[in-house]
């Protein structure tokens, strides 16, 4: 049984910092493609950042340059690190994995989540 389970959301002002982590279980976590999304309050999930098994990274626009996508294989964990955070980072976070190969991000892709840990930024 696969499971993830996100930690690290909070509140925060904007300009500030989080680093999102999530602890996966139950699977060879070496062959995963791992990834980030989120989803605001009326909104469809999107894509945030995903990493694949050899550690290639890529990002939604909004968040390139300001928020950093990583694994720690060892561990078992994915973390997002999140700067310069901005009121529309608000949202529900969730880690997602596959197995699949194409590892890009398209929600119908990713077979496994976690139950998500929520993000607040005011202004």
């Known amino acids: 049984q696969v499971q993830l389970v996100e930690s690290g959301g909070g509140s925060v002002q904007a300009g500030g910092s989080l680093r999102l982590s999530c602890v996966g279980s139950?699977?060879?976590?070496?062959?995963?493609?791992l990834a980030w999304f989120r989803q605001a309050a009326g909104k469809e999930r999107e894509g945030v950042a995903r990493i694949d098994s050899t550690g290639s990274t890529s990002y939604e626009d909004s968040v390139k340059g300001r928020f950093t996508i990583s694994r720690d294989n060892a561990k078992n964990t994915l973390y997002l690190h999140m700067n310069s955070l901005k009121p529309e980072d608000t949202a529900m976070y969730y880690c997602a994995a596959t197995w699949s190969r194409r590892c890009v991000l398209v929600e119908a892709d990713f077979d496994y989540w976690g139950p998500g840990t929520r993000v607040t930024v005011s202004s």
């Open positions: 139950g699977y060879p976590y070496t062959t995963y493609c």
